[in-house]
């Protein structure tokens, strides 16, 4: 890696001419916020939870009122576009109310894209009014279409509920893209079967590789397949073709020429994104990270609380932003089993 600001190209870097934004000390405009809602969830996959998990104490987390004041405060300073992440999303309680509100940035123009990345358990209930808020596309985290091994990565989901929630979704007009966590041994073997149903449906299909964050019960040198090697594999059968499209996010996406659908691959060991990074995070309890795989992170609960106006909030968030990394440092193998970061995912939001 080189040293010192990484010169790129504007569009790359997210900046929209004439709208206030926030530039990090490397020259990429701070564009997008993904805030976990709440750790808590209602499945407890093997990569990303230890099964006996504790979460962050309730009278820690924002309430919502306070989520959309931050949010909305994120929104004034150029962001422009927003994912509700956890833990599970859906499982908040009144978390439609926090939607419904934050759409009002939607509806001024001030924020292009509302979108939620979800484990689809609550899709059934929910879909509907996700698109009447707004919502237009949504991700949804689902490793396997095989019941019994559904039911060895989630530990607790239920997969009838999750392929009639996704049904749903996409009844209600909803644009759903599949996240596939790529397992070595475990799920590697159904990615084409995956890719095929998701094209079938109209959904794109992206995979990612395992991240080192948090201690997990399992062993990750175990689990880690870098997709290398299954862009490698699947070029025996499938003609992939690079494309330029983009989500906003850190994905790569090939157009399967066989299918027409897209295939995206997200690649944090294999090759490392973080030159065309736009994003923070935020957590349920307010504390900010300006990187997925580093330590370093602002409060922004306390001058959140501190006064009813945004100005101490917002130099809070502009100090914060004069400390984002240039870039994590994952590594998996033998000698590094360990999370390079001790949070988990579900804290800081995937
Ligand atoms: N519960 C929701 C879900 O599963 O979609 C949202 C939160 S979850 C933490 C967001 C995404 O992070 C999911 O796609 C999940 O598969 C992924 N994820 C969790 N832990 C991970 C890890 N250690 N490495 C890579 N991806 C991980
Ligand atoms: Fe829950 Fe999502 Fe983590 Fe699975 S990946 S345990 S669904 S937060």
């Given at each position: 890696m080189t040293e010192g600001p990484i010169e790129l190209p504007a569009d790359t870097l997210g900046a929209v001419s004439g709208q206030p934004s926030m530039i990090d000390p490397f020259g990429r405009h701070v564009s997008y916020l993904r805030v976990s809602?709440?750790?808590?969830?209602?499945f407890r996959c093997v990569y990303c939870m230890a099964e006996d998990m504790t979460f962050l104490p309730k009278r820690d987390v924002l309430t919502l009122e306070e989520l959309d004041r931050l949010c909305s405060a994120f929104v004034e300073k150029g962001v422009r576009k927003l994912r509700l992440t956890g833990g599970?999303?859906?499982?908040?309680?009144?978390?439609i109310w926090l939607i419904r509100q934050l759409s009002r940035h939607l509806n001024t123009g001030a924020l292009e894209e509302l979108t939620l990345t979800t484990n689809g358990s609550q899709l059934g209930r929910y879909a509907s009014e996700l698109m009447d808020c707004g919502v237009k596309r949504i991700n949804v985290s689902l490793d396997t279409c095989d019941a019994k091994k559904f039911h060895e990565i989630?530990?607790?989901?239920?997969l009838d509920k999750v392929m009639g929630g996704i049904d749903t979704a996409l009844d209600a007009g909803l644009k759903v893209k599949i996240n596939m966590v790529a397992l070595k041994d475990v799920n590697e073997h159904e990615i084409e079967t995956m890719m095929k149903w998701c094209h079938g449906k109209g959904m794109d299909l992206t995979l990612i590789e395992t991240m080192p964050l948090g201690e997990i019960d399992g062993d990750r040198t175990d689990q880690y397949l870098p997709l290398s090697q299954v862009r490698a594999r699947l070029l025996d059968t499938w003609t992939l073709e690079d494309i330029p499209?983009?989500?906003?996010?850190?994905a790569r996406y090939v157009e399967v020429k066989e299918t027409g659908g897209r295939l995206g691959f997200i690649t944090?060991?294999?090759?490392?994104?973080?030159?065309s990074c736009n994003r923070v995070r935020l957590t349920c309890t307010g504390t900010l990270y300006m990187?997925?795989?580093?330590?370093d992170a602002a409060d922004l609960r306390a001058p959140l609380r501190a006064s009813e106006g945004n100005e101490l909030l917002s130099s809070a968030i502009d100090e914060a932003i004069t400390r984002k990394p240039k870039g994590h440092d994952f590594i998996i193998d033998r000698d590094h089993?360990?999370?390079?970061?001790?949070?988990?995912?579900s804290v800081t939001g995937g």
């Open positions: 809602v709440t750790d808590r969830c209602d599970e999303p859906l499982v908040r309680r009144n978390i989630t530990r607790w989901g239920d499209y983009k989500t906003g996010g850190p944090p060991l294999t090759h490392n994104f973080c030159e990187c997925l795989g580093q330590d089993k360990g999370p390079a970061v001790t949070r988990h995912m």
